[in-house]
């Protein structure tokens, strides 16, 4: 009786022992938790491609002829920012500097513009009003942001996410007055 259960107390201690041995067995557990790779950009794209196929609720034909040209948009208004010199920081630019920057700026968001309304003329022939409508969204139109954003910069953090719901909150620069 004894031996059975020495024996029995043995298997269970081993058996614990394993157990902690392949816990052990893959060192590299948290150096693959740091180094999460990031997705690339064509992954990038891909993503919000679908995020709005699926927000517009397209049939797949519509969706064949929609992706392709929502990822050359995409690719256009990527090409439309703005070059940043990380180089140089706002305290030490001189006032010409500060002055073609911002003029960059202007530019930029023409260039923007011009796409967006070269675009819609091409979403205009896939998508319905409704559709077109929430391709060319603005981020703080209707209360709902864009992927990614998180508030604008008018918004103090003791204010509701939903603000822009209210009529009264003043303080979305895209709500009329």
């Given at each position: 009786?004894?031996?059975?259960?020495?024996?029995?107390?043995?298997?269970?201690?081993?058996?614990?022992?394993?157990?902690?041995?392949?816990?052990?067995?893959?060192?590299?557990?948290?150096?693959?938790?740091?180094?999460?790779?990031?997705?690339?950009?064509?992954?990038?794209?891909d993503?919000?491609?679908?995020?709005?196929?699926?927000?517009?609720?397209?049939?797949?034909?519509?969706?064949?002829?929609?992706?392709?040209?929502?990822?050359?948009?995409?690719?256009a208004?990527?090409?439309?920012?703005?070059?940043?010199?990380?180089?140089?920081?706002?305290?030490?630019?001189?006032?010409?500097?500060?002055?073609?920057?911002?003029?960059?700026?202007?530019?930029?968001?023409?260039?923007?513009?011009?796409?967006?309304?070269?675009?819609?003329?091409?979403?205009?022939?896939?998508?319905?009003?409704?559709?077109?409508?929430?391709?060319?969204?603005?981020?703080?139109?209707?209360?709902?942001?864009?992927?990614?954003?998180?508030?604008?910069?008018?918004?103090?953090?003791?204010?509701?996410?939903?603000?822009?719901?209210?009529?009264?909150?003043?303080?979305?620069?895209?709500?009329?007055?």
């Open positions: 009786m004894k031996t059975r259960l020495m024996t029995l107390v043995v298997m269970m201690v081993v058996s614990m022992g394993s157990f902690g041995l392949m816990a052990q067995n893959t060192p590299d557990a948290p150096a693959q938790k740091c180094a999460k790779q990031r997705p690339t950009p064509e992954q990038m794209m993503r919000h491609v679908k995020m709005m196929e699926k927000k517009l609720l397209m049939d797949d034909a519509t969706a064949a002829k929609f992706t392709p040209l929502y990822k050359e948009y995409l690719q208004m990527k090409d439309c920012r703005p070059a940043v010199n990380k180089e140089l920081k706002k305290a030490e630019m001189t006032d010409a500097e500060i002055e073609k920057a911002i003029q960059d700026r202007f530019d930029a968001r023409q260039k923007a513009l011009d796409v967006q309304k070269k675009y819609f003329k091409k979403f205009k022939e896939v998508l319905n009003a409704k559709q077109l409508e929430k391709v060319f969204q603005q981020p703080c139109m209707g209360g709902k942001m864009k992927p990614g954003k998180h508030g604008h910069k008018m918004m103090k953090h003791s204010d509701r996410q939903g603000c822009m719901n209210r009529p009264d909150c003043g303080k979305c620069p895209m709500q009329k007055n």
